[in-house]
């Protein structure tokens, strides 16, 4: 039973235009939320989180909604830039760490971006 | 470049073997995560050490196992190979057990099973 999901394998974007990332989750438990970015042959690296406190979060030209209430999560990123295409997974945890239960990742969202 | 380094980064084998994957964290950090990134899925949590010790436990069958020792550094041994362990093994640190949440991960391990 997959606790966080991210409906869209692929999303294609064109430069310069906004790119939206949607992440859902189930469990209720969950108080703090990141995005990872993956790039080919690497491994994910970190890019923005959200604590349940909070409703946005903002880091340049990303930036994370969280709306509770909807158990739902996206990621904008403006303007798309071709070094954005990678994959994007969204992940949670409910311990507001990365710690004791590990992080529950989501299959993940390839965005391209096209020129 | 991460801080975390995963060795070997191919390996190719047989169904009923053996093989151990080795991982070294970030200077610092004490704690390590292991993850599966099987076909069309996302990262599944196995397990987590902190400082020596095993801090919580995942999706990680019986067949698998994991240490880690005082140097910090990290394996996960997978034994009983099935075709279905084919997948990217990811080794993942940060300083704490109960941080902020962001882990760093090493460029993973693709095991073959054949």
């Known amino acids: 039973d997959q606790q966080v999901k991210q409906n869209s394998p692929s999303l294609s974007v064109q430069e310069g235009r906004i790119s939206i990332l949607n992440c859902d989750y189930t469990n209720s438990m969950f108080d703090y939320f990141l995005w990872y970015k993956k790039y080919p042959a690497e491994g994910p690296t970190f890019l923005i989180s959200i604590s349940s406190i909070k409703d946005k979060n903002e880091d340049g030209r990303f930036t994370v909604f969280l709306n509770k209430s909807a158990k739902h999560l996206s990621l904008h990123i403006v303007p798309s830039q071709p070094g954005d295409s990678a994959v994007y997974f969204c992940?949670?945890?409910?311990?507001?760490?990365?710690?004791?239960?590990?992080?529950?990742f989501g299959k993940g969202t390839h965005l391209i971006i096209q020129p | 470049d991460s801080g975390v380094t995963q060795t070997p980064k191919h390996l190719i084998t047989a169904t009923g073997q053996r093989v151990t994957l080795r991982c070294s964290p970030r200077s610092g950090d004490l704690s390590v995560y292991w993850y599966q990134q099987s076909l069309d899925q996302g990262l599944q949590f196995l397990i987590q050490y902190y400082n020596g010790e095993e801090r919580a436990k995942g999706n990680i069958l019986e067949r698998f196992s994991a240490q880690q020792f005082p140097d910090l550094h990290s394996e996960l041994n997978l034994s009983s190979l099935e075709l279905g362990d084919s997948a990217l093994y990811f080794c993942?640190?940060?300083?704490?057990?109960?941080?902020?949440?962001?882990?760093?991960f090493g460029e993973g391990s693709r095991l073959t099973v054949l």
């Open positions: 993942a640190s940060s300083v704490g057990d109960l941080g902020a949440g962001e882990l760093f």
């Open positions: 992940a949670a945890s409910g311990d507001s760490g990365g710690g004791a239960d590990g992080l529950t």
